[in-house]
């Protein structure tokens, strides 16, 4: 079947119930560009929930007028993402909907098109108390169009799979589905061909298929490629595939999909080897969200946010808590990233008050479908996770839908391996509010303070309590059947456990799905040290929207308790390595060193400022701290001064000044702190290893003029709607430097054929929306995102009180 895209057109109003309309004009429809996030430009509610960064919810209604396709016998829409509680109607009738909004779904539309007549296509959604993050509203990722003839091949009907890969041949598995909706039974030839990296053709084959009336079939070749480039994080090579449905001289129909070459093998022993070498997965959680675009999937963006996270040291994406999008899998793919595909954060067991709970027994084995149908072809999906911290995996009857999702997940797709991310405290959950009602008692009658006091005997820190929890026996029994039916254990913030299972269950393979950024050292050392543990996912890779403050510093009065969240006007949870905008912050570079893939140091100053208070850091909380010596206003204050390094010593040197030495390396945590009057200048630190001075890392104090900086991560755009640029805007000294303590609003306008899409920062409490012309920067920085909207040059202005004007012209491809 054809592809086309149906993503223009599209007008959106708040919906209106027809009663509602009856008393007066109902809300005027506004035109759109999908993908579209309803809630990210809409006011948010002080007296909301902060689970989901205090954002209104509601239900809208998207519309659409469209021809109908010329000459074609089947048309369909499909919908990558709607979120959520999708409802469709096609000139007026009820043409199909999808509860969930993370799957991907097709409508058939051909029994409700008019021919020779305009159609109209409704779309709505709802979002309401369904999550514990911010999810956004509406039609946010993209939709096509597919048209075909009576004898098709449909738009997820050729699959690729690898049973055998050697160093001198692979053997590539070519399945296609072949439909026909015709009224007798059909014959074609289905050719197919392979093209390699460099567009050379490495295999090809045909046979011939019948199928019956109204039926489909399968036809399946086993192709040989000789001497294959494979795939693999180091090695993204990607091969071209093309299927023919040929009747005498007649081409039928056709399909295209890209795919690569490689072999996954797991045991205890070598863990998870790709193409026969053992890989450590040094992973990242990431929420589907792309920061200040909200919800909304642009592959531009999805494929800068993989970028950005390879480059700051990460292999291996984890999806949470929800199927990934096609666009950022399509990046994983090009760019050599692993990922673990998550299916539901919920089964049976609600976590929110209309969350998908109330869906997912009738619909869960659909949406696992639509999961593996999007996977199927993509090197870069190794894994698939059947679900996040969820409550019954403690229990036979978890146990039971655990093994259900599983095989339902081998059934479909043998050839990758299924995980789950189990929360041991929560899988024994019941059992712990037992433990804290005893504990309440006890310290009720020797406190007299009741329930607070037996908690908070009980829950001393999440971090060790969770840990505490994780390695008893009582979670070894109740995780015993749900870890059993999964290729690798999945533990949320069970490192634990990871060397007791060795002993307790030899041929188990773990995978930290969850971890606190915070214990990245400790737990790579046991990643390193243990076969049978492949891999480690940070919480979080980049920063996300909802949940929000959960990695915030805290400043506490006398006598003040910490609190979870944080309150209005907080969006963020402000636990990545890597910001809503995409600026790394300190843990990043102290993973990278962790990691052992950085070699110079790097420094980090705590915020001044809070001299007096008591700081409380959560698990998921770095320190406050930023990579700056600028700090007017600051100057002969002691700041304490972080420096990360694997070295064996290093030394901290202002304007060459010798400040003294201090052990980092593993021994030490690779970290250490000085307190340092602050004074402008050149701060440096210097690393020692084996007596000898080795690499250094520099941050110097910027001084004025202030100037006001652009550089976009492209010049040339492309023209059709998916172009993006993401133009970083800095406030800067002199030299150039960054300078982090002059934030101020600035204004961008766009002209041309172009428009700003979104304008922000990485501020984790910004009072301004994303959709609003002038934002605040913070640490000295700010984003805007540019679309292209058709051919011709785009300029793009930027200004801030006390800088010059900077100009940027971005062109068409």
């Known amino acids: 079947m054809k592809r086309t895209p149906f993503t223009d057109g599209w007008q959106f109003r708040e919906k209106v119930n027809p009663f509602a309309e009856i008393g007066g004009p109902a809300a005027p429809y506004v035109d759109v560009s999908v993908p579209h996030d309803a809630l990210i430009r809409t006011e948010r509610d002080p007296e909301g929930e902060a689970a989901t960064a205090y954002s209104r919810g509601g239900s809208y209604q998207y519309r659409k007028v469209f021809a109908t396709p010329d000459a074609r016998d089947s048309v369909q829409i499909e919908f990558e993402g709607v979120y959520r509680d999708a409802m469709v109607y096609i000139n007026g009738d009820f043409a199909g909907q999808r509860p969930f909004g993370y799957s991907a779904f097709t409508i058939d539309a051909g029994p409700f098109l008019r021919e020779g007549e305009e159609n109209e296509i409704i779309v709505e959604a709802r979002a309401h108390r369904d999550s514990r993050w911010y999810t956004g509203a509406g039609i946010y990722r993209d939709v096509w169009l597919w048209t075909g003839g009576d004898i098709r091949i449909p738009g997820d009907g050729l699959r690729l799979s690898t049973p055998d890969v050697e160093e001198g041949g692979a053997v590539v598995e070519v399945v296609v589905t072949v439909e026909n909706a015709g009224s007798r039974a059909r014959t074609v030839d289905v050719a197919v061909r392979l093209d390699g990296p460099d567009g050379e053709q490495a295999a090809s084959g045909i046979a011939r298929i019948t199928v019956g009336p109204g039926g489909s079939a399968l036809s399946r070749q086993r192709l040989f490629v000789h001497s294959p480039r494979l795939w693999s994080e180091n090695t993204p090579e990607l091969y071209a595939a093309s299927a023919t449905l040929v009747h005498g001289d007649e081409t039928v129909d056709t399909a295209a999909a890209v795919f690569g070459i490689r072999r996954l093998q797991l045991d205890p022993v070598h863990g998870l080897r790709v193409n026969g070498r053992s890989v450590k997965l040094r992973g990242a959680c990431v929420h589907h969200d792309s920061g200040i675009l ?72 659909r949406d696992v479908e639509s999961l593996v149908a999007k996977d199927f072809n993509h090197p870069s999906v190794i894994m698939y996770s059947i679900g996040n911290e969820i409550p019954e995996t403690g229990s036979a009857v978890g146990g039971m839908q655990g093994r259900a999702l599983a095989e339902k997940i081998r059934t479909l797709d043998p050839t990758r391996f299924v995980t789950n991310a189990v929360n041991g405290m929560l899988a024994v959950i019941d059992d712990v509010k037992k433990m804290a009602a005893q504990a309440a008692s006890a310290g009720q009658a020797e406190h007299g303070d009741g329930d607070a006091a037996g908690i ?30 999964l290729d690798v254990a999945g533990m949320n913030y069970l490192d634990s456990r990871y060397e007791m299972d060795s002993s307790l269950f030899p041929n188990r393979i773990i995978v930290g799905t969850e971890t606190f950024p915070t214990h990245i050292d400790l737990n790579w050392a046991k990643v390193t040290a243990f076969g049978h543990v492949i891999g480690d996912f ?276």
């Not at 595909?341 to 619909?363: I, P, Q, R």
């Not at 202030?706 to 755009?717: E, F, I, K, T």
């Not at 023209?719 to 002199?734: K, P």
């Open 294 to 365: 909200g919800s909304a999937t642009f592959a531009a963006a999805e494929e800068r946010r993989v970028r950005l996270l390879k480059e700051a040291g990460f292999n291996a994406i984890r999806s949470s808590h929800n199927p990934l999008s096609t666009a950022m899998l399509d990046a994983c793919d090009r760019l050599g990233v692993y990922v673990m595909d998550e299916t539901f954060d919920v089964w049976t067991s609600a976590k929110s008050d209309f969350d998908y709970s109330l869906n997912f027994s009738d619909w869960w084995e």
């Open 456 to 485: 908070n005997t009980l829950m001393a820190g999440p971090g060790d309590f969770m840990n505490q929890i994780g390695a008893s026996a009582l979670v070894t029994e109740k995780t015993a059947e749900s870890f059993g039916v």
């Open 538 to 813: 940070t919480w979080t890779g980049w920063d996300y929207l909802g949940e929000v403050g959960i990695g915030r510093p805290q400043y506490l009065a006398p006598g003040e308790a910490p609190a979870f969240g944080a309150p209005y006007p907080w969006i963020a949870a402000w636990c990545g390595d890597i910001d809503l905008v995409g600026f790394r912050r300190p843990a990043s570079y102290y993973r990278e060193i962790v990691f052992g893939l950085r070699t110079a140091p790097y420094i980090a100053v705590s915020r001044p400022g809070h001299e007096g208070a008591q700081f409380y850091a959560g698990p998921w909380t770095w320190s406050d701290s930023i990579g700056s010596w600028t700090w007017p206003g600051h100057e002969g204050d002691d700041l304490t001064v972080e420096v990360y390094s694997d070295a064996d010593e290093v030394e901290l040197r202002l304007d060459g000044r010798s400040l003294g030495r201090s052990s980092t390396g593993a021994a030490n945590r690779f970290k250490t702190e000085f307190r340092v009057p602050y004074a402008p200048g050149e701060l440096t630190a210097v690393a020692w290893r084996g007596g000898a001075a080795a690499e250094t890392f520099t941050l110097t104090t910027a001084t004025g003029p202030l100037a006001l900086a652009v550089a976009s991560d492209r010049l040339s755009l492309a023209t059709d709607g998916t172009g993006l640029a993401f133009v970083e805007l800095e406030l800067v000294g002199a030299d150039g430097t960054l300078f982090t303590a002059a934030d101020r609003d600035v204004l961008v306008t766009v002209s041309g054929a172009g428009v700003l899409l979104a304008l922000g920062s990485a501020d984790p409490a910004p009072t301004t929306l994303y959709g609003e012309s002038s934002h605040r920067t913070f640490d000295g920085r700010a984003l805007a995102v540019i679309r292209a909207t058709g051919p011709g040059p785009i300029v793009v202005s930027a200004s801030a009180e006390g800088c010059d004007v900077v100009t940027l012209v971005l062109n068409p491809e």
